[in-house]
């Protein structure tokens, strides 16, 4: 994929704002009479008996008109697409299927008083590479610092990042950063309420069923080193299951 192949179709309001085009669809108020145009229909005739009535022909001719498309006005770059989200990571883990004794209730400690931070990704498709950072807050300058984070492993190519419509992914806080880094970075906005079509979602769905969900760890810090051992470890065929893709040829 390369930057120059792409066009933007429906840019949304934070699109709008930092300059991108959107289509114009030329539109034609009824009633009102345009240059150029003529009406075409058959000539009608009505028979009763005794009378006859004959309408003069009437001839429309509408000029053929042209959406007009806005390209992105970006450089001839390699492209990369990215889906981006975040997920919160609690200390109180959360409950779900577990392997229990028959006849005996399940037990899953907690720490008594919840602790929890969030962890920001991007994964590429197809490729399965991507970047896990945990913050202490989700704010509008944490997602700015993984954004950057991610231009800086790939300086020389275009970056194209889908996000839904979260307020700290699309406030204006974030407008001069994104105007600042036009040429090598653009959002893919989400339509609203649309968490399956966000790839990454699936990750985080499979990280909870295996890292969270019904397991306590004795301090915080021992459950971020199992998320952290846990995305290193992750085979990449189950990367490519999660993003539809199946096992590889």
Request: with cysteine; aromatic share 10%; net charge negative.
């Amino acid at each position: 994929m390369t930057s120059e192949a792409v066009e933007l179709i429906a840019p949304d309001t934070q699109l709008k704002r930092l300059g991108y085009p959107e289509i114009v669809v030329p539109w034609i108020e009824p009633g009102i009479a345009m240059p150029g145009i003529e009406i075409v229909m058959p000539r009608i005739e009505i028979v009763m008996p005794g009378i006859e009535i004959a309408m003069p022909r009437i001839e429309i001719a509408m000029p053929r008109i042209a959406l007009e498309r806005s390209r992105i006005a970006i450089p001839s770059r390699r492209g990369r697409l990215f889906f981006f989200d975040e997920a919160n990571v609690s200390w109180c883990p959360q409950s779900g299927r577990v392997y229990r004794l028959a006849g005996k209730e399940a037990r899953v400690d907690t720490p008594g008083q919840n602790h929890t931070e969030y962890i920001l990704g991007s994964l590429e498709y197809p490729s399965g590479e991507g970047l896990y950072e945990i913050y202490a807050h989700k704010t509008h300058r944490e997602v700015q610092a993984h954004w950057q984070h991610l231009m800086e492993m790939y300086p020389n190519e275009f970056l194209f990042v889908v996000r839904d419509n979260a307020s700290s992914h699309v406030t204006p806080e974030l407008d001069s950063f994104l105007l600042e880094h036009k040429h090598c970075f653009c959002l893919v906005p989400l339509p609203t309420y649309s968490p399956n079509l966000n790839l990454i979602e699936r990750l985080w769905h499979h990280m909870r069923d295996k890292i969270t969900r019904s397991h306590f760890y004795p301090t915080f810090k021992e459950l971020c080193e199992a998320l952290v051992k846990w995305f290193q470890t992750l085979p990449f065929e189950r990367f490519r299951s999660l993003m539809g893709l199946g096992s590889d040829p």
